[in-house]
């Protein structure tokens, strides 16, 4: 019987970095050759949330990492197939020591294959390393000295990863990626941000080096804000670069001092990053059911025609439609119109969070569920421990698209119609659609609601809910759990 090659295993998940790397560190101080691997597992790309431009840009980042680890034999495994089958046949194939992963916070299907790759590995006398990711800790009841722990862990110097070659070790795998999935990979639009570590550092430091001086001005702007805004999210996200590593480049950044409130404002929501992640470790339930349990019980019209509407851009609200349309294109918006469209579909048009919560998962090309499910609660005024901000998209569009600049490049329609009507384009006269050859009802949809009735029934109905029993008694709990004694009201 031929004896089987003694190996680590480096699993990737969210961390498609070389870079500030735990688990390649880990493996690489060992004495043994290790296999670096990324799998696309059916399970889990069938699932609701996911879609086509995440797994495009999981792959565009391995390809980037493939070729920079190429020269020391270490170019990580793609396989197409599920954790369990691959596992299994990488233990009959090789005699594996110990696997290096970090620890994720996803939705529950990846805690199922999480657990049942442990008792994998258990009964196989595989060790499992697995590294905290950002600060955020596995196994916490409640809050207490999170804030403490996680600058603690954010300010220890970077790791610094050295590759030594190594003597390549053959895996001629039965798990390869099918012609028509490679060819959908390769087909990723130029209208989404760019994947891969490279493009993360450029963005961050043009950040810092100049868009961010408008970071704080901008911040809420539909249209400016993709400029000014860091756009590392989807860095963040897959893990192309760490928290740490953005938090120190920006707080060491010379420009600091010269933008101190901006980058000031840009460090403080790495660690929501954080914060909002740590509370989906701790109840991933959060991706199916009501933060607040006692918000179950909450009628919702759920008119199937509205959701289209909403999903597709078609509502007769400018602002919401522009979004919803420029987010199918781009996979990006700022966390104001991500707010509005969610309270507008939740509040305005009274349909249930999880009528929407997964059409905007697949859009968000930063998609994280960790942040996804809470903020997207918050939003629908769910969680019972938050302010309810019902957002009125004409005053937003007012404020933040005053020109209609924004909603004219998403919504060609209404691209001759002049700013005095662009927010509320019901309001023209017959001759004034004949001036912008717009016809209200025909050319673009007529609003499906009045907002003032739509506000008013929204507000009576998440008040009355606040009152009951159950939601007190599960806001007590939420507060236990969830938040620091000192938090914030936004939190
Ligand atoms: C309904 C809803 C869903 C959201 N879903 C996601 C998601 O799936 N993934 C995601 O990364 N963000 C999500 N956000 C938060 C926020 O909108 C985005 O992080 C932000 O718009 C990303 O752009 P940026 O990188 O330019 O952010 P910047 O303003 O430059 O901030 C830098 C980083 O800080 C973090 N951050 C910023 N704002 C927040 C916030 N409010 N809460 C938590 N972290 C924050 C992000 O990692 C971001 O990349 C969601 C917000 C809402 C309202």
């Not at 990711?133 to 996680?150: L, M, P």
């Not at 950044?253 to 790495?270: D, V």
């Not at 004034?432 to 499906?448: Q, R, T």
């Amino acid at each position: 019987m031929v004896k089987k090659k003694r190996i680590n295993i480096v699993w990737l998940k969210r961390d498609l970095r070389l870079q500030d790397h735990a688990a390649l560190h880990a493996a690489e101080q060992q004495d043994i050759p290790y296999l670096i691997v990324f799998f696309f597992e059916p399970a889990l790309y069938q699932h609701a949330d996911t879609s086509i431009r995440h797994l495009q840009f999981q792959y565009d980042s391995v390809l980037e990492m493939q070729e920079r680890l190429a020269a020391f034999n270490k170019s990580p495994f793609m396989f197409h197939g599920e954790a369990m089958a691959i596992f299994n046949w990488l233990n009959e194939e090789f005699h594996i020591n110990d696997v290096y992963s970090y620890q994720e916070s996803g939705v529950q299907v990846t805690w199922e294959r999480d657990k049942a790759v442990a008792s994998l590995f258990q009964k196989n006398e595989i060790g499992w390393i697995e590294f905290q990711r950002d600060g955020i800790k596995r196994g916490r009841s409640n809050r207490v000295g999170w804030d403490q722990d996680w600058f603690n862990t954010i300010k220890q110097p970077l790791i610094l990863n050295n590759y030594r070659p190594q003597e390549s070790i053959s895996c001629n795998h039965p798990f390869p990626l099918p012609e028509d999935f490679r060819a959908k990979m390769e087909s990723y639009s130029a209208a989404m941000q760019p994947a891969g570590q490279k493009q993360a550092w450029k963005y961050i430091k043009s950040f810092a080096e100049d868009r961010g001086k408008n970071y704080a001005r901008f911040i809420s702007k539909p249209a400016e804000s993709r400029k000014s805004c860091g756009r590392i999210s989807p860095y963040l996200a897959w893990g192309n670069i760490s928290i740490k590593q953005a938090y120190h480049f920006i707080r060491s950044h010379p420009n600091y001092e010269i933008n101190k409130r901006a980058f000031n404002g840009i460090l403080t929501r790495l660690k929501w990053h954080c914060h909002f992640i740590q509370k989906f470790e701790m109840e991933v339930a959060y991706e199916t059911r009501c933060v607040n349990r006692g918000y179950e019980s909450m009628e919702r019209a759920n008119n199937l025609e509205f959701i289209e509407a909403w999903k597709t851009g078609k509502t007769g609200y400018p602002l919401v439609d522009a979004c919803m349309r420029c987010v199918i294109e781009t996979g990006w918006l700022n966390f104001r119109m991500r707010a509005m469209v969610v309270s507008f579909l939740c509040h305005h048009l009274d349909c249930d969070w999880r009528t929407g919560v997964y059409h905007l998962a697949k859009q968000f090309l930063d998609y994280e569920p960790g942040i996804h499910y809470p903020q997207f609660q918050m939003q629908a005024g769910t969680t019972g421990i938050n302010t309810v901000r019902i957002y009125n998209p004409v005053k937003q569009s007012q404020d933040h698209d005053p020109q209609g600049e924004f909603i004219k490049k998403w919504v060609p329609e209404l691209r001759e119609v002049p700013a005095t009507f662009i927010h509320e384009p019901w309001q023209m006269t017959q001759i004034d659609e004949a001036f912008c050859g717009v016809k209200i009802g025909i050319d673009y949809p007529a609003p499906l609601v009045d907002l003032k009735e739509s506000g008013k029934e929204a507000r009576a109905k998440i008040w009355g809910q606040r009152r009951l029993k159950k939601v007190k008694t599960e806001k007590q709990r939420i507060l236990e759990k969830h938040t620091r004694p000192s938090r914030p009201k936004s939190s």
